[in-house]
């Protein structure tokens, strides 16, 4: 019988910019009487990672652009707030209801551009890291060299979906683990040749850990422990669907 375990890690501090995240997980797994195995999987939420990275705007010093005034009249949003959103956003997919789906320049499609007012304050916004994959490539090598474990790292982040109600937690930077379970050319029990499955292994992971995080909880971490993860050094623009195979772009 296969056995995963999802554990959620507390951190009882904010975090702040200059921060070393590897030490404050490593403390964090302390507090709860863990050590890393081999083999191990951390999840870490983008906000904290982009607070120790200091990717914060304070909205009382930007200043919006006519563009970003007239969306904001539109969509009855702070123009202060559409305007850091705007400089997040590669191409505008789409504008309705309050909402603003946006392309970033990191390849991720999701509402506004990943800017988040949640658990900030101070009129602060946090942005999503500039480059996650060599945010997460940076922990594991840190952690490594402090444990001596080889372990992969996903940083997640909460997205919608379209058709279907609800978030869930995706990944947006992996290190240390293929992102994809590839099924095709396999066969099943009944003789039939998969060809077209591919299991979006890293967001399955990523949406496991939000299970035991919470939005409300001080607990940004979550140790997965148990499974047998195909290892690589792949990145996460592995999982970005391609233009040329986009029904819906």
Not at 35 to 47: A, C, F, H, P, R
Not at 48 to 53: D, N, P, T, W
Not at 139 to 164: C, H
Not at 180 to 192: A, C, K
Request: hydrophobic share 40%; with cysteine.
């Amino acid at each position: 019988m296969k056995e995963i375990r999802v554990i959620g890690l507390r951190i009882s501090r904010d975090i702040k910019e200059g921060d070393n995240l590897s030490e404050i997980i490593l403390e964090a797994l302390k507090e709860e009487n863990l050590e890393l195995l081999d083999g191990d999987i951390l999840v870490i939420t983008q906000k904290i990672v982009s607070k120790a990275e200091g990717n914060l705007v304070n909205l009382k010093e930007v200043k919006p652009s006519e563009f970003a005034k007239k969306i904001s009249k539109l969509l009855d949003k702070d123009e202060r707030l559409v305007e850091v959103i705007l400089r997040e956003t590669k191409r505008i997919v789409k504008m309705d209801r309050g909402i603003i789906i946006c392309e970033t320049h990191q390849g991720f499609i999701c509402a506004n551009a990943g800017v988040d007012q949640s658990n900030v304050g101070n009129e602060r916004v946090s942005l999503l890291p500039k480059n996650p994959d060599f945010s997460a490539k940076a922990l594991r090598r840190e952690i490594k060299d402090l444990t001596g474990k080889d372990i992969a790292i996903i940083i997640s982040d909460t997205f919608g979906r379209p058709w279907r109600e609800g978030q869930v937690n995706f990944a947006i930077g992996i290190a240390g683990l293929e992102p994809l379970l590839n099924y095709r050319g396999r066969v099943d029990s009944h003789g039939y040749e998969l060809k077209a499955t591919v299991i979006a292994v890293a967001d399955e992971l990523a949406s496991s850990a939000e299970l035991v995080m919470g939005k409300l909880d001080n607990t940004p971490i979550a140790l997965i422990r148990g499974y047998p993860y195909l290892r690589g050094r792949a990145s996460i623009k592995k999982m970005i669907r391609r233009a040329e195979k986009d029904l819906f772009r």
